[in-house]
């Protein structure tokens, strides 16, 4: 379901890829999605991802055909034993979402066309979202009988600035376009189509893959600690993270590079 | 004071009503708040709130001169007691707002003309945010010498993106029209006029009534929750939550409707 | 480096004065911003501060010529101990703006040209943010290779609503321009130029000095307690401040001028 | 169930008064008490509650037949409605215990004979614990099947300094006996019988009755604050808490006393 | 390093196996931890956990010789990169004693003779601590140069009562011996021998394997929970998990055994 | 009143100097301590603190004749102002004893005879407990008519298990013996005589000062650290601290000592 490829230098590119289904998320998706990122985190070789969608659009959602009937009725002897199940399989599916947030690789989403329920999830937790001018997006759940569980009801709210819009969006499940996605602050730009979409995210990330990769890392791993923390916590985790990773090399080596006014895409870090 | 009444399938008003005073809240409001938020929180027949206030503009705010006596001026033989006695007062006041956020049910808000000091703390804690084109916003707090304590000062910052903004508001109380509230996030939608503003908040309230109340109620909670805690327990709070609620029949029959392509708005859920 | 005078009524400027350096921060400049403010905290004639840059902008940032030996290369036996110094160095330097926070007085900031690096650290940490539109800011850091630790990562995402575009910021150091700055909510207003900014940021200041000091300080120091606790943390910390904080005279001169509809500007306050 | 009168100066008795059943409590149990400790806590004449069983034991906690089932089996639709349901009267029966808490006047709990179940909830919610020389206590719950929800497992670890025993008497439902109790800081004294233990449980009722109950119920309120907080926010609600509860008169009669070698019992301190 | 057999019914048998160098953990130790206990917590036929060390003593802790290598002396370019490898390590090897927690199923440790360094770490993250009247216990960190990081400092705290004895002991590595260990309450139970110990602990085991796993594993959660929130947290998720939970068979099980006055070790319950 | 000397080989005597007034803190100990602990956090020379009292007794607590004009009548216009000043005056006093927490060196504690009031929010804030057999602990406040305020009622239950010990004592003002000081774990040890303990402090203190600073100053740290957060913050706090911690010429040090069976305090480490 997911495929990824070195695209260019530096950056891995991850597709949705089972565009006869509008990529919707199968039971394969869930485990692919894990070993994926794990994979990334672990290569050094990869400093930023691409995550984008094939075919007419980023993806319908959940494949509700091939997913409930194990979530919803595992077999078990009570109440309190389904129960049970139902949370570790919850538990796991948040999981495949949250190992994008763990891989301290910066993930730039491309969005185009349709963003469906677990596709609100997926985008979430993402770093930095771009999207078409013809994309929208659906926080879905609610029509299907749920409250949603695998991150948009948790991170939603914590990358849009408005809290009746994120209600709103939430509670009626309507639908949002492009341009509301971005005076609301859910993506921070938005392309005519899918060409330039593509090519704006590799620019973006090609800018993110040219710095230090111990600069770039450490500023995800903090945002992400201080979007959770008071800012008193927050400065503390940062001064604990630099009193060593400010003695790195990449320190002198950009520095050098900004003096000598030369641009920081020459500059050749170590990997990390 | 505020007035309820089942208004349409599944939906209640409420309505301030005290338009002879520019609905300014007296002794009186501050318990009937209570009283009716506990009431329809208990009501099965009702799925979500509209709340509106009636007359020339929404509220004016706190009546003065009903109010500042008892709470200013407890009788009591020391400063440590009088001190005891005003925290007990404000702690029964932020009660009054609070009730709207602990009120499983969604309240959607209609502002028109003004909204004004105890008007904002009341607005924040509501769920949706509608407004006319004619409405301003008014954190009045500071012309009356005190910080506000009701809600405006802990809700604002998290229902609009904007940090200078808010602090601008609350340290100027200078007044905010909507086109503002609008860019802002304060309100995620403006009406022409009043008789527009409440279709719309009908026509909201009513997609959020046709659905599944188990999925409109918990979303409600978990995005409560979620806001004032990590993405990590918001996660684990949804997972707990939906261990049970996914064995509801309402999933089933909303995604049937869904496959079938019928209206959720035929789909009749069972009372919560 | 930095200078202050009282210029109006209660209105203090702070002026970065180091123009012919771009305002850079050099060593001098840490421990002279916590005087001044410790000072401004302690000041009753100070009710709020101006802080904007002299010359032909706003601050060019660190000066790295000066700090960044001290600062990453201490001397010191092993790399723990050096690492010890390190942390040391970074939570002086955190404090050199966190001092604006724990200022009850409220900071009015005014940029004009580029705030680059640590100028955002500082900005973010100020109450009100006003620019012209010439104005532009860069997160500086990830450019020479750390992962920013002074403040704009912790706070950045707390003053600005969009969580992709605070991201896009700290990963790729682009530029962003006063009307991305004032859509995204990281400034409230914009201006022409910078004599229409300092005016502006005057009658701001003004408005704020004018009203009770109790209120003001009450106000700035219950915000920033909201922004790092739940909103039902945030309500008992008001009912706690307020039990004894509305037993002030301001209270019955503010109502009163209310009532006499007389400015708040003719009432005279104590001193706190 | 639950009974209670002012046996002596300011010391209210509450009694569990059904011996007959051996002090278990029935569904009338759970609303009785949330009345009770509610007057007591507006009742200025009442400084401090002394809390004791009628009969042979001090409870055998709860009424297994009167009980079950209203919770286990309310009448709902579906699993995710019954669930709904239960959940709600678990938090009614969570208040009823912390309401002992709530209520700023210390609570002395005298147990005699058996402590089971329910009745551990109840004594770790109480202030000072003291019981006879064969009293003995058992957390029942595992032993009926189910996790225990109102308040054992969650101050327990909080009320005893051993996590291991915490654990073993959570696990295996074990009976711990009074030596136990007192070595592992469950009690903080053991009487020989229940005629001693009342006099004792009086004796320290009239000692925190004759202090200034402006220190005393400020003292139980930071204390509980503390438990559930980090030091450093625990003295910053002491230092709130206390800039208006300095401002007593309380004070200066202690202080007064103390330099006239006046017994406290002497002062006659104003209601709070 | 780590064996485990069903020993008897429902309890599972865990041995430190490594006799020869006094159960020293060496780099198999670490990954052989996470799969056992990850194989235990989805083991239905394994309701509890006894943990003991083969041959003469408990541990001695780690193996130095064959850890400290990879640890310290992690190949990379820079100290940024070493620091980063580092904490890697640390994170995985904390995971090693987190399993045990994170394990549904109590863990009952039984310790002889010594144990010392990472034992310590090993055993405060068991649920239940027995030893023999020769056992000893080590905090020993400080004596190779470091501050304890894989479970001492974090848990020692939070399972002993005495701050000051845990203060000692990790800034000392003096020895505890069994009597010490016993009334601090690091241990609930000491017995004269290693046989006695064991026979000490199946019984502990034994008396949880009987009971309904539904109560057993849902009680440790809530015990693991509730000593790193608030008691109202603690209680919230309380109420969560129990309205499901309390639709199991095994409450009416075990209440009809009770009734009945039937052993609960002759109730069969459902695997969980 | 404070007084400190280097008594020996990289331990601190400090030791309170007022025996004319029984150790009573006046306005100047207050400012005294800070500058003591702020001197000694930056000795390098210094390792470990001794901290006792000269003369008689260890402290009678507070200088009330000295004290409580300034703390409790400060001028100013209104009761928010003179709360205002009320509630500066308390968070410096706090400083005062959090600044034996501040400081990275571990604080051991020798009390003889009285220790009251102040005294005991003095001795909760060092790490290491001694005591004489004639010591007596009083937490005094509730007698003078106030809630204890600067680290009784924070720390006290963070350092004894005993949670309805704690109450007592601070609800009644009664006096606590050496011996239940001992069982309750408020001390670690108990010695016949002054003479006795002052060798007993100095042999702990020099078994402290022979270990490796980096690991006995990051055990303080994380100790700390670790009691006000849960595990897994302790856990990911201790990660980061050891990322760089842990590359310290100390850890080789010590092992070789350790392999060579040579004592640690043969072993030279270098300063931090």
New interface residues.
């Given amino acids: 379901v997911a495929s990824s490829a070195e695209c260019s230098s530096h950056v891995t590119h991850v597709e949705l890829h089972r565009p006869e289904k509008r990529n919707a998320m199968n039971q394969a998706f869930w485990s692919e999605m894990i070993d994926c990122f794990n994979q990334i985190a672990e290569d050094p070789e990869c400093r930023v991802v691409v995550f984008s969608g094939a075919g007419k659009l980023f993806t319908a959602g959940i494949d ?1 055909m091939d997913m ?1 009937g194990g ?2 009725r595992p077999d ?9 199940k ?2 570790q399989t ?2 796991k599916y ?1 999981e495949t979402f ?1 190992v994008i ?1 763990k891989c301290p690789k ?1 993930v730039v989403v491309a969005v185009h066309g349709a963003c469906v329920g677990a596709g609100v999830d997926l985008i979430t937790a993402c ?3 771009l999207c078409t001018q013809d994309a929208w997006f659906q926080v879905k ?11 948009t ?3 939603l ?12 969006l ?5 639908k949002m376009y492009s341009d509301e996605a971005k ?6 730009r938005v392309f005519p189509d899918k060409e330039t979409l593509m090519a704006g995210a590799m620019e ?1 990330a090609g ?2 893959a040219s ?2 990769p ?3 890392q ?6 992400i600690f ?7 916590e ?2 503390d ?19 050098q590079a ?2 000598e006014k030369k641009s ?1 895409k020459q500059v050749v870090f ?3």
């Fill in positions: 509700l409930a979530l919803l078990a002897d009570d109440t309190a034993r389904i129960s049970w139902v949370r919850i538990s948040q949250s947030e910066p770093d930095i979202r759940e609610v029509d299907i009988g749920l409250a949603a569980d695998v991150g009801l948790q991170r709210p914590k990358v849009i600035g408005s809290g009746s819009l994120v209600n709103e939430a509670l009626t499940a309507r005076s609301s602050g859910l993506v921070s973006v800018e993110i710095r230090s111990v600069a770039v450490g500023t995800k791993i903090n945002l201080s979007r959770d923390h008071s800012v008193k927050g400065l985790f940062a001064a604990m993270w630099n009193m060593s990773m400010l003695q790195t090399d990449d320190l002198m080596k950009s520095a900004a003096l920081i170590s990997k990390l």
